[in-house]
């Protein structure tokens, strides 16, 4: 029985939109960019089946070789091969990427939503501290802690992963305060519900969509901060291989005409601009929704 | 200015879409409508029955995100949707304006409202500054603003309210307009500021012969406003018709039931013996050094009876509410409940007290997660406060939804797809789910439609029959009062300045501020507002 | 004391203590290093009476408040310390590496400030103003790419372009003393297009976002009601609530641009402070670092601050109070 005919109902649609039409809906660009991910991931996940040669296997006499059969895209000053080191830099630039933003995802969102929902004395805490640390410009930061702690693969995860984690903490706190001000947390206090509860059941739904956004914005960020720092020879240490200090070690030779550094430089830019593109759509779509609601 | 016997505004078939999440729908539906000079039309309907796309369609102007798929808007003799827009453009503001509902946000924060008066008059050089702004003043001082001469010098968020709804009706006046649309212009305001709006636009318009759109939702205040009404339904016209005509005989079945609301009048009950409420010499005020927000209140609910609490904005009626629900932490007074005294804090309070008492708040929009489903909304009460699990606990979440009037069909919805009715009673029924003896409504009908608001009314008077629970009920409305309580409590700035049973207190001698408050609420006949301003002006002249 | 007063009063307090804790974190930067670092500094010829004397020269046997307070007064005083590098045979006094480098970097970075701002600003204007416009999406297309590549990629993009392929620019930007001004324009020609490339990106799309944001107010349909024309509704009755926000843009981006010359600067090998940087990081010359780490984080601070005051100063419910 219906409470009142006048009383119309929206129209409703299917009761849960299922994950296919979600895709259905992206528009090109965002399907070839999730493409273009899926293949970075499965280079990255099976390198050592992909590369001709090894990671750091001298390979040829001559350093600089132009690309032939054998080494398709030519060596590096070595007499390593590029197209192998490419792909070993996929998964050590990514795998240490997606590391550090995984923890600074962990961290920051963990205590941005419970300064939101706590309120008070550990909200000022927090914020304050966080506050202090992003007066200071990330990078020069780094920068001051790796001039201490040297440039070592778990030092470069960590430092990089605490300062992005006040990034972090700022969003899912923003976010969260949101939330924290519906009447629903209201309602489920005056219940005598758990923190846990309230973070998990009640705020965590609905700011999802704006986390996974900025999961892959972050993840960008550390990419690129990581290949930034590599790029100034502060970063990943050879004989690893990495995108970033790949460009550095060919970029003398754009001088004269030598394009190789543009091989691993591209390959970072599509790999950013494809996650950029894939949140772009995301985020559209999150927000179409809730104007919807 | 062609031919005096043509109408001034001749809207003819005019349809209008809206795109929500990439689908167009249908907002306008085909409706024509006709206004000849100085005449007033009342636009009335529910939500959504397009009323204010078919008020800005009348500048030839749309939402973004809306667009005309058919139809013409003739104004004194010139089709604005076939103009192309700079010969549109200097119409509006001119020849034709339009007063918004929300003055508070539709004055920009950047500029004095002097400024934004004249703005239109002095871009348009249709007069110099000076005179312009002699002109804005007069305005004022017509509009009965205080201070006319300085108010323009003020910027929007110094101003109140009424007194900017009313500055925006000379703004839309200033430039000596043939036709403006009023947008709910007395929506937002209280009951005793609306009457001195209502008043000011309906003296401004008539002293200089303007024709007019009054859109509303509120009958009783078309009645005063309007020559002639026209009923709105999902984009469609439903009925047209003198105003006096309309409200003595509606020919629709749909306006009929319309014009028929507030039909509920709680049958008067003993009051009951013994209280289950009672509130002594309570103080509340935000902050140490806050102003008080409740001062020495003294009040009881009796056991499964209705104890209404009215007052305007700003009378401390929610905070009540939130200091009995352990929300709000009061500084001095004693609530007791039930025979104990009831601890202050909500965490202080243990889960038996937790749960007999609920609190239903105005919004169901914000009130329910829009993540969880109804079923989820429903059942997670019966979890916390009566260990239900499984069967027992789905076919408990049935018989809520049936005491609600939706069917099991309803559970496995999410918020966005029930109607703002069907939330508000899941938001009750989630109340009702923890089984309590007390609940406080804030405010629960007053975001919903006329119609819906009678259905959930009714809803809550056969639950209290039924359950014995009794109601602290929250509201602004006279008729909604009159509606639903046994007992009534009247506020003012934090204090309650008059309280009795239901007859004693909305029957004469009543206290100033209750007189105020009662006369404010506007009746469905045409001379209400022409009476009440007499008797006014009458008692005021009297020594 | 007004609203408005209190409030900048309040910022500049807190500016001043980011300050504060931030010459605090740097000037402890240097109690992590491992206990043998002056020997390492020193080099192997060292004998144990010289690293006796240079551990007396840091101060390392007084206690870290007494040291804190002894180099927060030599830096306001302009004496930045000794550098670490060559340290056995000459000492060099930091300011003495950094100011000439940090004039440098303020040449390149005012410039490009000069021609990045008013382009961003325009350009967000007018895709604000023609949003959904093919225009539009073509910015808001090479915008986002331009924020998501590398800066080295856009730097060597720009290299291959205008030094390589179009011989009309150096790659390296080098300076030196004889120079005229324009001679030094010609020099920093491609790393100020690359920053500008980078920073307009940002900026712009900020613009555009704040713009669109007030433009969604109800008191910009009531402008449109009232038939005032696109232009003077975005000029008078949008930008000035918008205001606050694109100057926080400018500010931020001015600092980003701060950062982001560090990469430039080692691209084109330019002189400035974050070459300085980064070969005083590998280094582990920790007196370079630090004044260099100082002055990038009040340079930051202190743009944030302006930004934050202008934009208090330009809200009008702060300006006009109650």
């Not at chain 2, 949707?81 to 001119?94: A, F, M, N, V, W």
């Not at chain 3, 010829?45 to 307070?69: I, K, N």
């Not at chain 3, 930045?80 to 970097?105: C, D, H, K, Q, Y």
């Amino acid at each position: 029985m219906h409470a009142d005919p006048r009383d119309i109902a929206p129209s409703a649609g299917p009761v849960r939109r299922s994950k296919r039409s979600l895709l259905a809906t992206a528009p090109l660009s965002a399907r070839i960019a999730m493409l273009i991910i899926l293949a970075y991931l499965l280079v990255a996940i099976f390198a050592p089946l992909l590369a001709p040669f090894g990671e750091a296997e001298v390979v040829s006499q001559m350093p600089y070789a132009p690309p032939d059969a054998q080494f398709l895209l030519g060596t590096d000053q070595l007499g390593r091969d590029q197209l192998s080191r490419l792909i070993y830099g996929a998964r050590n630039s990514m795998g240490i990427a997606l590391a550090t933003t995984l923890i600074s995802f962990t961290l920051g969102s963990l205590l941005g939503i419970t300064a939101a929902v706590l309120g008070g004395w550990v909200d000022q805490v927090l914020s304050r501290f966080v506050d202090v640390i992003m007066a200071i410009p990330q990078l020069i930061f780094a920068l001051i802690l790796l001039s201490i702690a040297g440039s070592s693969i778990p030092n470069l995860i960590i430092i990089i992963a605490l300062l992005d984690s006040t990034r972090v903490f700022r969003v899912s706190r923003a976010v969260a305060m949101n939330v924290v001000a519906m009447e629903f947390i209201e309602a489920a206090r005056l219940r005598g519900e758990g923190l846990a509860w309230i973070i998990r059941r009640e705020i965590l739904p609905n700011i999802m969509p704006t986390l996974i956004a900025e999961f892959g914005l972050r993840f960008c960020f550390a990419f690129l901060t990581i290949s930034a720092l590599s790029f100034l020879g502060l970063g990943i240490q050879p004989p690893t291989a990495d995108w970033g200090s790949m460009v550095r070690e060919a970029s003398s030779l754009i001088a004269y005409g030598n394009l190789t550094l543009f091989i691993p430089a591209i390959a970072i830019a599509v790999l950013t601009i494809s996650v950029n593109l894939v949140v772009d759509w995301f985020l559209d779509r999150a927000s179409g929704l809730r104007n919807a609601n | 200015m062609q031919t005096d016997n043509a109408h001034l505004l001749d809207i003819r078939d005019l349809r209008v879409e809206g795109e929500s999440d990439g689908q167009w729908s249908t907002l306008v539906d085909g409706v024509s409508l006709t206004l000849r000079r100085g005449e007033v039309l009342g636009l009335v309907g529910e939500s959504g029955a397009g009323k204010s796309t078919l008020g800005l369609a009348a500048l030839g102007y749309v939402r973004p995100g809306c667009r005309i798929t058919g139809g013409q808007v003739i104004f004194d003799g010139r089709d604005l949707l076939s103009l192309p827009e700079d010969q549109r453009r200097p119409l509006r503001g001119h020849r034709i304006s339009y007063v918004a509902q929300s003055a508070a946000a539709s004055f920009n924060p950047a500029h004095s409202l002097m400024n934004q008066t004249i703005e239109t008059a002095v871009q348009r050089h249709l007069m110099p500054a000076t005179e312009a702004r002699n002109a804005a003043t007069q305005q004022f001082r017509r509009l009965s603003l205080p201070h006319p001469d300085s108010i323009g010098k003020r910027y929007p968020h110094q101003v109140s309210g009424g007194q900017l709804q009313r500055i925006m009706t000379a703004m839309a006046m200033h430039c000596g307009p043939d036709l403006i649309v009023f947008d709910e212009p007395t929506t937002a305001l209280d009951v005793t500021t609306q009457v001195e709006v209502l008043a000011s636009i309906r003296e401004a318009v008539e002293a200089r012969g303007t024709a007019a759109i009054y859109i509303t939702h509120d009958l009783a205040v078309v009645a005063q406003m309007a020559h002639r009404i026209m009923v709105l339904r999902h984009g469609k016209l439903v009925e047209e018709g003198e105003t006096q005509a309309m409200l003595d005989a509606p020919q629709q079945d749909y306006t009929r039931s319309l014009w028929a609301v507030r039909e509920v009048q709680k049958t008067t009950l003993q009051a009951a013996e013994k209280p289950l409420l009672t509130i002594q010499g309570l103080n509340f005020s935000y902050g140490k050094a806050g102003p008080k927000a409740l001062e020495g209140i003294d009040l009881t609910v009796p056991r499964g009876r209705t104890l209404a609490v009215v007052g305007e904005s700003g009378s401390g009626k929610s905070t009540l509410g939130r200091v009995i629900a352990g929300l709000n932490v009061a500084d001095s007074g004693q609530v007791t409940f039930d025979g104990q005294v009831l601890p202050r804090r909500i965490g202080q309070r243990d889960k038996d007290l937790m749960r007999r008492i609920q609190l239903v708040h105005q919004s169901a929009d914000t009130a329910l997660n829009p993540r969880h489903t109804v079923r989820e909304l429903i059942a997670r009460p019966l979890e916390t406060f009566h260990r239900l699990r499984g069967s027992e606990r789905e076919r408990r979440v049935q018989e809520l939804l049936e005491m609600i009037e939706l069917g099991p069909r309803y559970a496995d919805r999410l918020p966005s797809e029930l109607s703002g009715g069907q939330k508000q009673r899941v938001n009750i029924a989630r109340g009702l789910a923890a089984g309590p003896d007390l609940m406080i409504c804030d405010e629960v009908t007053s975001a919903l439609d006329q119609l819906v608001q009678e259905g959930i009314l009714r809803m809550l008077l056969n639950l209290q029959a039924e359950l014995q629970i009794s109601y602290f009920f929250i509201t602004h409305d006279i008729s909604t009062v009159r509606a639903i309580a046994d007992g009534i409590v009247v506020m003012h700035h934090g204090r309650i300045v008059e309280a009795g049973p239901r007859q004693d207190v909305l029957s004469p001698p009543h206290h100033p501020y209750t007189e105020l408050l009662l006369g404010s609420a506007p009746q469905m006949r045409t001379d209400w507002l022409t009476d009440l301003l007499a008797s006014r002006a009458a008692s005021a002249s009297a020594p | 004391m007004n609203a408005l007063g209190r409030t900048i009063l309040q910022r500049l307090a807190l500016g001043l203590m980011s300050i504060v804790i931030v010459s605090v974190v740097v000037f402890s930067s240097l109690e992590f290093l491992p206990g043998d670092f002056a020997s390492s500094v020193l080099g192997r010829s060292a004998t144990p009476e010289t690293v006796a004397a240079f551990r007396q020269e840091l101060g390392l046997d007084l206690p870290a408040v007494q040291r804190y307070f002894h180099w927060i007064g030599g830096v306001l005083q302009g004496d930045l310390g000794n550098s670490f590098a060559g340290r056995a045979f000459t000492p060099r006094p930091v300011s003495e590496i950094v100011m000439p480098r940090l004039w440098n970097t303020l040449f390149l970075a005012g410039i490009t400030a000069a021609i990045a701002i008013p382009v961003a600003v325009l350009l967000g204007l007018l895709a604000a103003l023609y949003r959904n416009s093919r225009f539009d999406r073509l910015v808001n297309a090479s915008t986002l790419s331009t924020i998501a590549m590398p800066e080295f990629l856009v730097a060597y993009m720009v290299i291959l372009a205008l030094a390589v392929k179009f011989p009309l620019f150096y790659a390296m930007s080098t300076l030196s003393p004889g120079m005229s001004f324009t001679e030094r324009l010609g020099a920093v020609a491609l790393p100020v297009l690359t920053l500008s490339l980078v920073i307009i990106a940002h900026m712009m799309r900020m613009t555009r976002a704040a713009i669109i944001g007030v433009l969604a107010s109800p008191y910009i349909e009531m402008a449109r009601l009232k038939g005032m024309a696109p232009w003077r509704i975005i000029t008078r009755h949008a930008l000035p609530n918008a205001l606050g926000p694109i100057v926080n843009v400018i500010a931020f981006s001015l600092a980003y641009l701060v950062v982001g010359v560090v990469v430039i600067e080692v691209v084109f090998v330019y002189p400035g402070i974050g070459q300085t940087m980064v070969d005083a990081v590998r280094n582990r010359d920790i007196p370079v670092v630090q004044a260099c780490a100082l002055i990038f984080a009040a340079t930051y601070i202190v743009l944030n601050l302006i930004a934050d005051i202008i934009a208090i100063a330009t809200n009008p419910r702060l300006l006009h109070a109650r």
